[in-house]
Structures are given as C-alpha cells and as structure tokens.
C-alpha cells in the first residue's frame, strides 16, 4: 500500500488530505518533483534533490527536510508499498494561509506511487504531438502549474496525439511534461531556453556524449519538423519517439536508429542501476 | 462561524479537506472568485456569477452547480456565520486525478470568509507599489496562479510597498489582484489588455460615466508616472488611491480630487445597496 510522508508523519496515501487554505490549492503556489526507482534504488537521485532544492529556492518556499532524512523517507516508501519499484512525488506547497496570502510553514509531502505504465508500441511507432504556442511561466521551476495541458487535454485527444510540443518565436521548447531532442546528420540538437531541463535529457546527454556531436541551442519549429529523427526524454518515457507533428511525419513516420540506439543506452544504464 | 458548501454539503469551514490528488493542488488547475455582501446582499452578484462561470469555460471546468442554486448557498452560509456581512470564495478545481491528469468531477467549494480589514489611513496617504515586468498567465481568468505575487512578497515588504504594478513591453496591465486607472486632465483612463476584468473596474467605470471623458485603451508606465493621480479598484478596496511607485511620488504624493470623488460615488452606491 502506498504511503505518505506529510510533514514528519508517514501515513496512507488515501488518508493524506490538505485544509483549503493550502495556498499550492488556493494560489498555485507550489512546486513538486517525480522520480523512480530501478531494483529499488532511486534513479539519480543526487540530480532529483538538486533539482528540488533549486525549485525551492527560485519559488522562494523554505524547504523543510534535508537531503538525507529526504533520502530515509524515500526508501522507508519502497519498504511500506511492498512494491519492488515506485514512483515517487515531492509536493511543498507555501502551506496553510488563513488570509489566503501569507506564508507560515510550508507543507511537504512525499508520496510514493505506481509506476508509470509504459506502452510498448509507441516505442516502436513513436508518438504524435500536436503544436501549441505557448512558453511555461517561469519555465525552469517544477512549479505545479500544469493548467495549459489541462486545458488543452480535450484538443490532444481530437487530434489522436499523445502530447503538446509548446513554441514561441518560432522556436521549440518543451513537450507538456518532457524534453525534446532532434537528430539531424547524425548531430543531436536540443533547446536550452524554455524549458525544464529534465534528469533524464541530462542523462541522455551524458550518455550520447561518446557518441554523436551535441549541440544545445535554440531550434526552430521548422528545424524540428525537418528533422531525421525526433524524440522526447522524461522520467516515465526514457526515450521516445516522436513520428508525427501535427499532421507532418518525421522522417515517414519510422522510429530512427539514434533514437533506437539512445533508448538502448538508457536501458543498458537503467538495469544495472 | 465560517462554514463552506463542499460538492453539496455545507460544513464547518475548519474541518473542509481536500484530498492530495486534487488538480487543483497537484496542477494548478484550478479558478476561484471572490466577492462580499453589504446590507446581507451580495454585491453585483450577477456580475460576479458571470465572471465565475467564465473562468470556469475557459479552463475547461465543468460548473456543477447552477446561479440559483448558488445564491441559496451563499444566502445560507451568511445565515450560518452569524454576521450582517462576509466575504465569500468560490474554489472550483479540476477534481481528483488518482493518475495527476485525467479530470472525473471538479471539486467546488463555496466558503464564507470575514470581510478584509481595510487600513482606513490608506484612503488618505495612497499605498505605495513597486514595478515588476510580467503579465498574468491567461490574464481573463481568474485562475488559482498567483505564484508570482507570492514569490514577490518578501521584495514589496523590503521596499515598503503595498502591492505590485505588473507592466510589460512598455505598457502597464495591472495590480497583482487589483485594476489600475490613471487620470491625466481629468480624464480617466485604464487598460484594457493583459487583466482581469475587476467587477469593480466595472462598477467604477459606471458610476464614472456621467462626470469623466473615460479612455479604455493601452496605457504606458511612463505615462502612469506622469499622471494627476493614480487609483486602484478591487473587491476589497473599492476605490484606492496609489501615491508611490517603486520610488518616484504622483502628484506630489497626495491623493487627488478625482479619486476622492470615485470613492465617494462608490461608498454610496454601497450604503444603499
């Protein structure tokens, strides 16, 4: 059974409720972080509580737990849900406000919860995206400010897409919740500007360095859709295929090799983690 | 005692709860509106229900609940808390998501609050605001998002401010939950772009009609900065005269006829309401 740590007490999942003066409720303020496990042991974790921290900070919410005690928590979770591996979701929000404005103590939880369920074929298909203009607000906090997929999960689902590619200017940026990369002869080219930069577009790069010439660099909408090969990085999808662009195809709807040969990579990294 | 109507049953305000799943919390899928009584009677309450039922079809958010229905809530809750006037906040989200996306049931909470405490030498001084470059996310919303006003907080105490004027590219929008106007040559004028529509901008340019020229329309902050006198309308603060922004004095520093004038217009409106 899945359990969460809510501000120093570990409790069930189901039973973890919030007071409506929660201001990540009430104001949108609040931030969060998703990792998981392989053979149960956190996926680079040292990265995940970086990235956490930074997200505190720029948010300016006092982040109330510390690395190791953060770290205890986490594997008491596995220990509890009886699960070999988990997902595992940081939430702190700016915590309860009686005039729904000023911070007192934050709220933290950590929650752990099923793994992702992956599905297969689109590896083997890829996915379709559409396009939407748009730039998230303060694009390099894992803010919890999700309201643009929300609203636009009606539009994804006409369109028989998996997800949204956000641009602006021209150029690319992000998909709704992951990274995005092109290959194009063989160079692997990805954004910097506008975007979360993901743990696992960090691994990625890690891993192609020996392989491919990188660069990370503003890419146009154009550039993608001209591209050889298309993929995109998070947590739950590794590397995955993106074949389809609005109505376009990328490189005739096929898988390309890179991209192939990128997931193998982080398949080998994953199971010996 | 404060009590709010949670999906159909009204409780204690203390005891409401929401469950960590929630859109609104893990998504910032959320909007809420926020209005008070005079007299025991909600104050343009159809104008506000309009607002509310706006927001909620812009983002996608089944409304569960219709006007009359509403207005029997809000009627009963006043009974409940025992006081001749409240404050009232609408939070609607986008419900529990036990997989942090897919939408089912929005949550609605009704709940009465006590009136905001206005700082009466405020109305004689003007407040002060410091300037900051950004525009709200969907500004015509009234989303849940206002991260960035809290983010901002520590800096408007530092510089001893009230509140926050948002411009950008040159032309001013709005307070963090609050209208601008700007009068120049008695003429009164305030944007149009880029803000949410106050119902007491509205209210205001009503009740300015009959005595003022009125230009809806850009403004730059550079003209705010040479205006005769600057002002600021919200639910709470109906007709509120700003003297300082960031650090530069309008007017002199006093607050101006016109805006006293509008204040007066809009205490008698209230009185007889």
Redesign the interface.
């Known amino acids: 059974m899945h359990h969460?740590y809510f501000n120093g007490n570990i409790m069930p999942?189901?039973e973890?409720?919030?007071?409506?003066t929660?201001?990540?409720?009430?104001?949108?303020?609040?931030l969060?972080d998703y990792f998981r496990t392989y053979n149960g042991k956190p996926f680079q974790w040292d990265w995940y509580w970086e990235r956490y921290e930074r997200s505190a900070k720029?948010?300016?919410i006092p982040n109330p737990i510390d690395k190791e005690k953060a770290h205890e928590v986490v594997m008491k979770l596995i220990g509890l849900s009886g699960l070999s591996d988990c997902s595992f979701?940081f939430?702190l929000?700016?915590g309860y406000a009686h005039d729904?404005?000023?911070?007192k103590e934050p709220n933290l939880?950590i929650?752990s919860e099923d793994l992702h369920a992956n599905i297969p074929h689109e590896y083997e298909t890829g996915i379709k995206v559409i396009t939407y203009e748009f730039v998230r607000?303060?694009p390099e906090i894992k803010?919890?400010?999700?309201?643009?997929?929300?609203?636009l999960?009606?539009d994804i689902k006409a369109a028989g897409a998996q997800d949204v590619l956000y641009h602006k200017n021209g150029d690319i940026s992000e998909l709704s919740r992951s990274n995005v990369f092109i290959f194009k002869n063989d160079v692997l080219i990805t954004p910097d500007e506008n975007a979360l930069k993901g743990i696992t577009r960090r691994t990625v790069l890690e891993l192609a360095k020996p392989h491919f010439k990188i660069e990370i660099r503003p890419v146009s909408l154009q550039e993608l859709l001209n591209a050889d090969e298309v993929f995109t990085t998070s947590t739950t999808k590794r590397v995955l295929p993106i074949t389809t662009v609005d109505d376009q195809k990328i490189n005739g709807g096929v898988v390309g090799k890179n991209s192939k040969f990128l997931l193998g990579l982080i398949n080998d990294l994953i199971k010996n983690w």
């Open positions: 969460c999942a189901d973890v409720k919030l007071h409506h929660d201001l990540g409720l009430l104001r949108g303020y609040g969060f720029l948010l300016r979701r939430v929000t700016g729904s404005m000023s911070m939880m929650i607000d303060i803010s919890t400010d999700y309201k643009h997929l929300l609203i999960q009606p």
